[in-house]
C-alpha cells in the first residue's frame, strides 16, 4: 500500500491543526499497519469518523499539556458549541466529563481564590484570611490521610468549575512516537514548519526506513520514556530495569538510561545498586563510573587488573585518558608498578598537491576530493577554548599537554551525498 505523503495545512484555515493530525494518523495508520492493535484502529478510524468540531477540540486538547482541563477555559473561536463536541467525545470514549481526581489535582487546577472557598469548606473549623498564599493553602488540604480518588463534586459539591479529562493520551503519545521516532518533538512543529522557522529536507520513505518494524519496539520506547519521566520523582531502587530489545538504536538509548539510573543511585549514596546498572550498561562511560566506585570500596589490585583489562579492550581516547589515571592511582595503592599505557599509533597519509594560487590548503583540498558524486566542504572553527587554553599555558611557561597538531583549529567537514 502506498504511504500517503502530508501536506502542511494552511494556518488561515480555522482547522489547520485538524487538518495536520487527521494527515499524521492516516500516514501512520498505513505506513506502520502491521504494528497497531485492532482495538487502536478502530479507536482512530471512529476518531476520524468524528463531527469537525468534536475533532477539532480532541486536537486541541491533546496540544495542550497534561490531561486535565477545566471546562471554562475551553474556548475557541472555531468550536461554538464545545458541550456539544465534548459530549459527542465521550461518547467516542476519548474523554471523561466527571474524572476521578486527587485532591491535589483539584489544588492544581483551582486558583488561589478558589483554594480559599476549598479550604474554607473542608476546614470549617479554621480561618483562611482571603490573602492566603496557595502553596499555604495546599499544604493545609493535603495534609492528612491519603484519600482515593473521586470527582470533583465529591471534594467540593459546589465547586465554581467543572473538569473533563483526556482519555486517549496513551493512544496519541503512540501515535506522536511513531510518527516522530521520538519523544522529543510535538505537534507544534507543524506550526512551526508552515511559518518558516524551521525546515526539514525531504527524504524517501521506504519499507526498510521505517524507525520500528515490531510493535515490541515502540513498547520499549514508550517504556524508556515512562522511566525517564519516573526517575525526576522518585530514587533509583524504586525504577524497574527496562528490558531489551533487539534494535541498535532502542539498546544504545536503553544503556544511556541504565547509565543515569546509576548516576542517581550514586547521587543517593546506593553504592551497590550504582555498580549493578553501571555493569549492565554499555554507555561510554559506564565502565569508568563503576571503576570509580570500586576504587573506593574494592582492593585496589582487584581495581588494577579490572582497569587494566579496560584499557586493553577500549579504544575512545577520552575514555583512555581517565582508565590509564584510575590504573596509576590503584597500582601505586597496590604497590605495583605499571607503566604509562602507549599511545595509540595515528594512521597518517600524504597528499602531495601543488600550491594553490589563491585560497587556504583547505580550500585546495577539499576542491581535489571533490568529484561528480562526492561534495566535499571544509569549515573554520575558531577553537576559543583552544586558544585560551593554549595561552594560560604560555603564561604558566609550562610544557603543553598535547604535541602540535596539522591543520590545528581547522576541520575539515565531509558531507558525501550520491547523485540520484
Known amino acids: 500500500m502506498t504511504t500517503p505523503s502530508i501536506t502542511l495545512a494552511s494556518l488561515d484555515d480555522p482547522f489547520y491543526y485538524l487538518r495536520n493530525m487527521q494527515q499524521i494518523i492516516r500516514f501512520c495508520l498505513t505506513r506502520y499497519g502491521d504494528l497497531w492493535l485492532e482495538s487502536e484502529r478502530s479507536q482512530l478510524a471512529e476518531l476520524l469518523a468524528l463531527s469537525e468540531p468534536a475533532q ?185 530495569l527496562p528490558a531489551p530489545v533487539a534494535c541498535e538504536w532502542i539498546e544504545y538509548r536503553r544503556h544511556k538510561l541504565l547509565f543515569q539510573l546509576g548516576r542517581q543511585a550514586e547521587r543517593e549514596g546506593n553504592t551497590a545498586l550504582a555498580l549493578a546498572h553501571y555493569e549492565q550498561s554499555r554507555h561510554r562511560e559506564a565502565r569508568i563510573r563503576a571503576l570509580r566506585l570500586r576504587e573506593k570500596c574494592d582492593d585496589p589490585a582487584k581495581v588494577t587488573a579490572l582497569a587494566q583489562q579496560a584499557l586493553d579492550e577500549i579504544t575512545q581516547p577520552e ?51 571533490a568529484n561528480d558524486q562526492v561534495r566535499v566542504f571544509h569549515q573554520f572553527c575558531a577553537g576559543n577554548p583552544v586558544l585560551s587554553g593554549r595561552g594560560g599555558i604560555a603564561r604558566r611557561r609550562q610544557p603543553p599537554l598535547f604535541p602540535p597538531l596539522l591543520l590545528s583549529w581547522l576541520f575539515i567537514q565531509y558531507f558525501t551525498k550520491l547523485s540520484a
Open 56 to 240: 477539532g477540540l480532541l486536537v486541541r486538547l491533546i496540544m495542550r499539556k497534561g490531561h486535565l482541563f477545566r471546562l471554562n477555559k475551553l474556548v475557541y473561536a472555531e468550536i461554538p458549541n464545545v458541550t456539544s463536541a465534548l459530549h459527542e467525545l465521550a461518547g467516542a470514549g476519548l474523554v471523561t466529563l466527571e474524572p476521578a481526581l486527587a485532591l491535589s489535582e483539584v489544588c492544581a487546577l483551582a486558583r488561589r481564590e478558589e483554594c480559599v472557598q476549598l479550604a474554607r469548606h473542608r476546614h470549617p473549623e479554621q480561618t483562611f484570611a482571603a490573602s492566603a498564599r496557595k502553596q499555604d493553602l495546599e499544604e493545609v488540604l493535603l495534609t492528612g490521610p491519603a484519600q482515593n480518588p473521586q470527582p470533583l463534586a465529591g471534594w467540593w459539591p459546589h465547586a465554581p468549575f467543572a473538569v473533563v479529562a483526556l482519555s486517549c493520551t496513551a493512544l496519541f503519545t503512540r501515535l506522536r512516537l511513531m510518527f516522530f521516532g521520538n519523544l522529543h518533538q510535538d505537534w507544534s512543529e507543524f506550526v512551526l514548519t508552515e511559518l518558516g522557522l524551521q525546515c526539514f529536507e525531504p527524504v524517501a520513505l521506504s519499507e526498510h526506513s521505517r524507525p520500528f518494524q515490531h510493535r515490541d519496539e515502540v513498547n520499549a520506547m514508550l517504556a524508556l520514556f515512562e522511566l525517564q519521566e519516573r526517575m525526576q520523582d522518585t530514587c533509583a531502587q524504586n525504577v524497574p
Open 319 to 369: 575514555a583512555r585518558i581517565s582508565l590509564g589515571r584510575i590504573l596509576q592511582r590503584s597500582a601505586k595503592k597496590a604497590g605495583m608498578v605499571v607503566p604509562a599505557p602507549a599511545s595509540p599509533a595515528v594512521p597518517v597519509s600524504h597528499l602531495p598537491l601543488p600550491k594553490p594560487d589563491s585560497g587556504g590548503v583547505e580550500a585546495a583540498v577539499a576542491a581535489h576530493l
